[in-house]
């Protein structure tokens, strides 16, 4: 049997051709006024095939997310009531949020997901972002983007 939705993420080839371009030459200038200048025949191709590498993995990562976020709705357009308090006759919400413990050197995640009336989705939501904010009190980084994830995911509410 297939997955819940047989759609697939497509690549914007826009968003790929054009960064790794940009990175080229912001290479090449980079060793033009380097050092590196008398090692340029064996510079450039290591940072050419370099940068191209980290353009596909990050856009990998971004297609993983995007696929599984249509999956989970996919799923979730069947529920009817809110997963945590069992209300039906509201407005739900497919939350896929995680929460995040930075230990110096690794990052733990952890998530929730379910669809969730207004309330219980705010309260997990908020939920989330303390265990983030205490889970990563250490790494500044992590909190600010938790705390600007937690807002994006508020103004749908609204």
């Known amino acids: 049997m297939g997955k819940a939705n047989d759609t697939k993420v497509k690549t914007n080839w826009n968003l790929v051709i054009w960064p790794i371009i940009t990175l080229w030459v912001i290479s090449w200038v980079f060793i033009q006024v380097s050092e590196f200048k008398s090692v340029a025949a064996i510079m450039m191709p290591i940072l050419m095939v370099a940068t191209a590498f980290a353009v ?32 039906s006759r509201c407005d739900l919400h497919v939350v896929d949020y995680q929460w995040y413990l930075f230990l110096v050197t690794i990052v733990f995640q952890f998530g929730i997901v379910g669809k969730f009336c207004k309330d219980c989705a705010r309260s997990n939501v908020d939920k989330m972002f303390r265990k983030t904010m205490w889970g990563s009190i250490l790494c500044p980084p992590i909190i600010l983007w938790a705390w600007i994830h937690r807002n994006r995911i508020y103004r749908k509410y609204k």
């Open 56 to 87: 596909f993995l990050l856009h990998a990562v971004a297609g993983s997310v995007a696929q599984r976020r249509m999956d989970l709705q996919a799923i979730h357009n069947k529920d009817t009531s809110c997963t945590q308090c069992g209300a």
